[in-house]
Structures are given as structure tokens and as C-alpha cells.
């Protein structure tokens, strides 16, 4: 399989979305964040990670009347099937060898430790019945275990690539709407707010650990994917698209949506420009 593009660079892709469990909808609708990583000639060749990071993902449906804004959501294909996670990402490492693209390497990234698992996932609902002092230590606490693992767990996996003979450069990191400035106070205050919270937390502390791991960091909104990929890399999003279900083909599931998406982004990364 060839890739339609000349790859030169590396690149890590992310992607957070969140739907609020307000309005009587079951549940919150997933996507969740994706990172992707791909690194430079070395070794090897040139390799690519991409992983994603389920933060609530869950298959729900109710019906009800339209103009009560509850509707019913029905998902189908790959995301229909996949369970409810949070705080993991899962890694898939790429690699080429004269023009080829092949996955090398796959893994799931924890992002909380298993003995806070219970609330670390979702900090600001374990927060929600506390005093507003203990909510906030919280939350803090919350987002710097989440950050902490993140640079930890980022930090190992370039430092697998470098050791594999791989040079990792740039990452990159799918978008959505900036969450307001709002305080642990008015987060807690809206049920909804903490379920785009939550979703913000670990691509924040993805891209804080990217960051951290000295790669440059891409940012691409996640609703104008396709546009750039076909923009940056010179060529349809629908040849883009078989390219990266050639490759979940190549190694099996997982491999929906959310790994499809974040392989694509890492192509734009790749290629340096949006």
C-alpha cells in the first residue's frame, strides 16, 4: 500500500466531543480525545503514532419531541459498538519503508492511576456533591494527576520510538470549540459544563505533555479535518480515507472512527502545513 503523499515529517492528531446528558438525553455521546504521533527519517524509516483517548463514549437512544430539544440519537458503524472509556488513550504507531505505510506498534495509554480510577475519569461529577472548598481541591487534583500521567506516558512512548531507531518531531492535536473560562464554581453550577469539561481535560493534558516532551504541537479543528487533509496533502479526502482503512485493515480492530480520524490528522502533521 502507498501512501499518496510524501512524508517527511512527525505529527500527533487529537480530538475531543462531547455531547451534555441534559435536556433528558441517556448518557453523553463519545469521540472522546485522539492523539496521534508520527515521527521523521531515522532507523526504521519514518514512523507515525496515532492513538485516541475515549473520555465518554456510550450507545444511547430516547425518543421524545423535537421541540423539547430531546431527540432520539442512534449511532451506527464502528462507534455504535464501542464500550464506555475514560481516561486511556489508545496508541497505534505507524511506520513507512519506501513509500509504505505499516502499523508498527499499538497500545493503551492510562492516563489516571488504578486506585483513583473511580473518580479521576470524571473529577468534576465526583466533585459534584462536595462543599464548593473540597470540590475545587478536587478538580485540582484531578487535573494535575491527569497532566502528570499524560507527560509521563507521552514521555514513554516517544522514548519507545527514539529507541526503535525513530526521530519523533511534531504533534498534533484535533479541536474542538474552546471551553469558556469558567470556574470549578460554574462548571459544577451546569450538569452539561462538566461533561465538556471533563472532554477538555485529557486533550489539554495531552497537548500540555506534547508540549512538555519538546514536540511541536498542530492544532486542527476537528470539523474541517477533511478540508485541510485534502488542502495540506494534494489529494481527495475519499483516496486519504481508503489509505487509512487499508491500513485498520492491515492490523484489525480497534480501528474506528476516532483511530481513523487521528491517522489522518497525523498525515496533515506530517506533510508541516494546515
Known sequence: MR??????????????RTVPREFGWRGASG?????????????????????????LRSKYGKTAERDKLIGRIEWTGDESRMKAHSGWAALVVLGTRSGELQVIDRCRMELVENDEA???????????????????????????????????EMRTAVKRAREAGHDVAACAVLVVDPMPDWSVDEILAVHFRMHKAEGVLFRDALARAARASGL??????????????ERALATSVSS???????????????????????????????????
Open 3 to 16: 501512501l499518496p503523499l510524501n512524508i517527511g515529517r512527525f505529527a500527533t492528531a487529537a480530538d475531543q
Open 31 to 55: 469521540g472522546g480525545v485522539r492523539i496521534a504521533i508520527t515521527v521523521g527519517d531515522s532507523g526504521w524509516g519514518r514512523a507515525l503514532c496515532s492513538g485516541v483517548l475515549d473520555v
Open 118 to 152: 473511580s473518580w479521576a475519569k470524571q473529577p468534576y461529577h465526583a466533585a459534584e456533591r462536595l462543599n464548593a472548598g473540597e470540590a475545587r481541591d478536587l478538580v485540582k487534583r484531578g487535573l494535575e494527576t491527569a497532566r502528570r500521567i499524560a507527560v509521563r
Open 216 to 229: 511541536r504541537l498542530l492544532e486542527i479543528p476537528e470539523k474541517q479535518l477533511d478540508e485541510h487533509s
Open 240 to 274: 486519504l480515507r481508503k489509505t487509512v482503512a487499508s491500513l485498520g485493515k492491515s492490523v484489525g480492530p480497534p480501528w474506528g472512527k476516532d483511530q481513523k480520524d487521528a491517522s489522518l490528522a497525523a498525515m496533515v502533521a506530517l506533510h508541516g502545513r494546515t
